[in-house]
């Protein structure tokens, strides 16, 4: 069973960069499907990135080529470099863990952090 802590999240100035971070528990961490999303208070959650066991990855077009997904297996945890930081990118940051990279929706992942606020302004 994994669990998954975020954080790194902050204020940033738009075109500033950030670097979030989720620390995972669990001895089955590198099988699954690694993904960040956002939510911001009245939207459905966001799928932005996501990165599987083999280290390929997908992006949401609204963070392609300014957003980096990469994880590293020997500490166990999941990062998102954000680049070119906006305003809209404002909104609560979460990783989570599923069986399959298939798609980015939130409901095919099956256990998620608590968020860490990223607010850029």
């Known amino acids: 069973h994994v669990q998954l802590v975020e954080s790194g999240g902050g204020l940033m100035q738009p075109g500033g960069s950030l670097r979030l971070s989720c620390a995972a528990s669990?001895?089955?961490?590198?099988?699954?499907?690694m993904g960040w999303f956002r939510q911001v208070p009245g939207k459905e959650r966001e799928g932005l990135a996501t990165i599987d066991s083999r280290g390929i990855t997908a992006y949401a077009d609204s963070v392609k080529g300014r957003f980096t997904i990469n994880r590293d297996i020997v500490e166990s945890t999941l990062y998102l470099r954000m680049n070119r930081l906006r305003a809209e990118d404002s909104a609560m940051y979460y990783c989570?863990?599923?069986?399959?990279?298939?798609?980015?929706?939130?409901?095919?992942?099956?256990?998620w952090g608590q968020g860490t606020q990223v607010t850029v302004s």
């Open positions: 989570a863990a599923g069986a399959s990279c298939r798609t980015m929706d939130p409901r095919q992942f099956d256990v």
């Open positions: 669990g001895r089955t961490y590198s099988k699954w499907c």
